[in-house]
């Protein structure tokens, strides 16, 4: 079975640039999640989808971060203009269904360097 | 609200050694709990996880973990390092029922000697 898939894998810009992250989830999973991960810290939710739709982005900074989940299957997730606290490593994951005792499968991850 | 403590952001033992990571968390109601391993320039991996039943639940790679509510607690434990075992480990709550958001601690890095 694929796991999740994400690109680029780096990704190095300026301050103000824009950038675009894709993702790929695991075959079938109805739940898509983008987290940031500072340096040093766990994961932190930005999104989360229910097939199209929105489930929880509280912690999405809307001024800057969008996300779309088009047909149910791949995501994007674009940051503009980019700040150098923007940053991080994202992380895409993927679960069957949606519920707390779900296991959320991650991708790789997509480090973003801002400069 | 929830949230996750990881004692430790750094934790070195020799090859052999009793591993011991120490997570804590705070919930109001009952919690779904998780560990995951996250390898360099990886994305997480899931150890085990805490729904209900049995509080020892065991995961992949030999490691076991303990809910103790009484305690606020679910430390990983796993008798004898291996050097396969360096990471990033990272504890996560869920509440037991209503949100889904996974909530992280800061990790902790596992070192092994050699």
């Known amino acids: 079975e694929a796991g999740v898939a994400q690109s680029p894998r780096y990704k190095i810009i300026e301050k103000r640039q824009s950038v675009a992250f894709w993702c790929n989830p695991i075959?079938?999973?109805?739940?898509l999640y983008w987290y940031q991960q500072i340096l040093g810290q766990g994961p932190k939710l930005l999104i989360q989808?229910?097939?199209?739709?929105?489930?929880?982005d509280s912690q999405l900074p809307k001024d800057r971060f969008s996300a779309e989940r088009l047909k149910g299957v791949d995501s994007t997730l674009k940051i503009q203009p980019a700040k150098l606290e923007d940053s991080a490593v994202y992380l895409c994951?993927?679960?069957?269904?949606?519920?707390?005792?779900?296991?959320?499968?991650f991708g790789p991850g997509t480090r973003l360097l801002v400069l | 609200a929830q949230s996750v403590t990881q004692l430790g952001s750094h934790v070195s033992v020799s090859e052999g050694a009793l591993v011991l990571l120490r997570c804590n968390y705070s919930?109001?109601?009952?919690?779904?709990l998780f560990w995951y391993v996250q390898y360099p320039n990886q994305g997480l991996q899931l150890l085990l996880k805490?729904?209900?039943?049995?509080?020892l639940v065991k995961g992949i790679n030999g490691f076991e973990a303990e809910f103790k509510k009484s305690e606020t607690s679910f430390h990983l434990t796993k008798p004898s390092a291996h050097m396969s075992d360096a990471a990033e480990y990272f504890c996560a709550v869920t509440l037991g029922q209503g949100a889904q958001k996974l909530v992280f601690g800061q990790g902790t890095r596992l070192t092994i000697n050699p």
């Open positions: 075959s079938g999973h109805a739940t």
């Open positions: 989808f229910q097939n199209n739709g929105v489930v929880d």
């Open positions: 805490y729904t209900t039943g049995a509080t």
């Open positions: 994951a993927s679960s069957l269904e949606t519920g707390a005792q779900e296991t959320q499968y």
């Open positions: 919930s109001s109601v009952p919690p779904y």
